[in-house]
């Protein structure tokens, strides 16, 4: 399980540093603490038994507690450190907040397990972020009293700025272990393409089995799933980078150009390079220069 608060410790952050190629053992989930990690470079996407959830530079994810949840890299292929700054917080905590503010507004704050900003307003939530580490390392003897108001002013902060925007992928029902096992091979492995037969093995199933179980938990087929992630992978290269569709193509797995052309116009009804000008083209529009 994620590391546990210390002993008489109700609030903890830190900035780290993991390789890009970090990815967590195994479903885990904290018992004591809320969690929230602002990513400042690189990027994560994150499987719980309901939802698979996509973490970019930028944002910021919201894990509470009791909630089995399992992350990895996005794009492995960029080789691109994972930096963020990790916050953890106990209910005992957040008690004079929820009793201010009630609880129905904390529980909204984190019914966004990813909270995206505009980027302006991304660079206010790292300086705030950052503020508090500062405040936390340092030797003022009433740091804690002040650290519990910066964090109440730091979640009303993303309540107010925070953006309606949710990509993640909602599952048909509650996943089970090995399928959510299954998933995570899937990510790790989409650029490499895995059979239905090979991710089965993983999974512990006969083929047959396994495409039943995957259809009725994902309320889609193995490879309409599979298209779907490979779909975010190419999305999420086209936005972060500057790589022509050829090299997409070769990175996320597709061996010709036109494959990845037809199936990202059949799922979103444009062309890759209609939808990368389209987003940039609203990013302007957002933020004039």
Same mark, same amino acid.
Do not use: C
């Given at each position: 399980?994620?590391?546990?608060?210390?002993?008489?410790?109700? #609030?903890?952050?830190?900035?780290?540093?993991?390789?890009?190629?970090?990815? $967590?053992?195994?479903?885990?989930?904290?018992?004591?603490?809320?969690?929230?990690?602002? &990513?400042?470079?690189?990027?994560? #996407? *994150?499987? /719980?038994?309901?939802? *698979?959830?996509?973490?970019?530079?930028?944002?910021?994810?919201?894990?509470?507690?009791?909630?089995?949840?399992?992350? $990895?890299?996005?794009?492995?292929?960029?080789?691109?450190?994972?930096?963020?700054?990790?916050?953890? @917080?106990?209910?005992?905590?957040?008690?004079?907040?929820?009793?201010?503010?009630?609880?129905? &507004?904390?529980?909204?704050?984190?019914?966004?397990?990813? =909270?995206?900003?505009?980027?302006?307003?991304?660079?206010?939530?790292?300086?705030?972020?950052?503020?508090?580490? %500062?405040?936390?390392?340092?030797?003022?003897?009433?740091?804690?009293?002040?650290?519990?108001? $910066?964090?109440?002013?730091?979640?009303? +902060?993303?309540?107010?700025?925070?953006?309606?925007?949710?990509?993640?992928?909602?599952?048909? *029902? /509650?996943? +089970?272990?090995?399928?959510?096992?299954?998933? #995570?091979? $899937?990510?790790?492995?989409? =650029?490499?393409?895995?059979?239905? %037969? %090979?991710?089965?093995?993983?999974?512990?199933? =006969?083929?047959?089995?396994?495409?039943?179980? @995957?259809?009725?938990?994902?309320?889609?087929?193995?490879?309409?799933? !599979?298209?779907?992630?490979?779909?975010?992978? &190419?999305?999420?290269?086209?936005?972060? +980078?500057?790589?022509?569709?050829?090299?997409?193509?070769?990175?996320?797995?597709?061996?010709? &150009?036109?494959?990845? =052309?037809?199936? !990202?116009?059949?799922?979103?009804?444009?062309?890759?390079?209609?939808?990368?000008?389209?987003?940039? +083209?609203?990013?302007?529009?957002?933020?004039?220069?």
């Amino acid at each position: 399980m994620p590391l546990p608060l210390l002993p008489q410790q109700d #609030f903890y952050i830190t900035h780290r540093i993991l390789p890009f190629d970090y990815a $967590m053992p195994a479903l885990e989930a904290s018992t004591d603490h809320y969690g929230m990690g602002y &990513v400042i470079s690189g990027d994560r #996407f *994150t499987i /719980t038994p309901k939802h *698979t959830y996509y973490h970019r530079k930028g944002e910021l994810g919201m894990m509470p507690p009791y909630l089995y949840h399992r992350t $990895m890299p996005l794009s492995p292929e960029a080789g691109i450190p994972y930096e963020g700054i990790l916050v953890k @917080f106990s209910p005992k905590f957040i008690e004079p907040f929820t009793a201010s503010v009630g609880q129905s &507004v904390f529980d909204d704050i984190y019914s966004h397990r990813v =909270s995206k900003f505009l980027p302006e307003d991304s660079e206010k939530i790292l300086a705030h972020l950052r503020k508090m580490l %500062e405040t936390y390392k340092s030797d003022f003897p009433q740091k804690t009293a002040l650290l519990q108001y $910066m964090l109440y002013e730091f979640l009303l +902060t993303v309540l107010w700025l925070r953006l309606d925007d949710d990509d993640s992928i909602p599952h048909n *029902t /509650t996943l +089970t272990p090995p399928i959510l096992e299954a998933i #995570f091979y $899937m990510e790790q492995n989409y =650029s490499k393409n895995p059979s239905l %037969e %090979e991710t089965a093995a993983v999974a512990g199933y =006969s083929p047959a089995y396994f495409s039943k179980l @995957f259809h009725a938990q994902l309320g889609k087929s193995y490879s309409d799933y !599979f298209a779907v992630i490979k779909l975010k992978h &190419v999305q999420h290269l086209l936005l972060s +980078t500057d790589k022509t569709i050829t090299e997409i193509a070769l990175d996320t797995g597709y061996r010709h &150009v036109s494959n990845l =052309s037809e199936h !990202f116009r059949k799922l979103t009804g444009m062309s890759p390079l209609q939808y990368r000008r389209l987003q940039k +083209t609203s990013a302007d529009a957002l933020n004039p220069k």
